[in-house]
C-alpha cells in the first residue's frame, strides 16, 4: 500500500501566498510523475501542474507564472509553491503520483486533499 499526505492548505487573501506539501510513503519503489490537480465546486478535477522524475514541469496556463512545482525523490515529495494567489484558485487541491510498486506494479495514488480558499 501507498499513502500521499499532504499539507499547507488554508485560507488566504488574493495576491497571497501558499506552499502544499505531499509526502509519499509505503511500499514504494519508484515514483514517475507527481502533480497536484484541483477541482473547484461544479467543476470537473484539472491538472494544475506536474514534475517528471527528471525534473521536468508541465502547468496548466491558468497558473503559469504564479505557480511552482518541485519534488525531492530521495524524500518522495512533492511541493506546490503558490504566488499571487487568485479567486479562482479556490478548490481542494489533490496531490497524485504514479507509483512503481516493491511488486513491480504501476499505479496510480491519491491523496485525500486540501482546502485552498482565496478570499478577502
Known amino acids: 500500500q501507498v499513502q500521499l499526505v499532504e499539507s499547507g492548505g488554508g485560507l488566504v487573501q488574493p495576491g497571497g501566498s501558499l506552499r502544499l506539501s505531499c509526502a509519499a510513503s509505503g511500499s514504494i519503489l519508484s515514483i514517475n510523475a507527481m502533480g497536484w490537480y484541483r477541482q473547484a465546486p461544479g467543476k470537473q478535477r484539472e491538472l494544475v501542474a506536474a514534475?517528471?522524475?527528471?525534473?521536468?514541469?508541465n502547468y496548466a496556463d491558468s497558473v503559469k507564472g504564479r505557480f511552482t512545482i518541485s519534488r525531492d525523490n530521495a524524500k518522495n515529495t512533492v511541493t506546490l509553491q503558490m504566488n499571487s494567489l487568485k479567486p479562482e484558485d479556490t478548490a481542494v487541491y489533490y496531490c497524485?503520483?504514479?507509483?512503481?510498486?516493491?511488486?513491480?506494479?504501476?499505479?496510480?495514488?491519491w491523496g485525500l486533499g486540501t482546502q485552498v480558499t482565496v478570499s478577502s
Open positions: 514534475i517528471t522524475s527528471g525534473g521536468s514541469t
Open positions: 497524485n503520483a504514479v507509483v512503481v510498486t516493491m511488486a513491480l506494479y504501476e499505479y496510480d495514488y
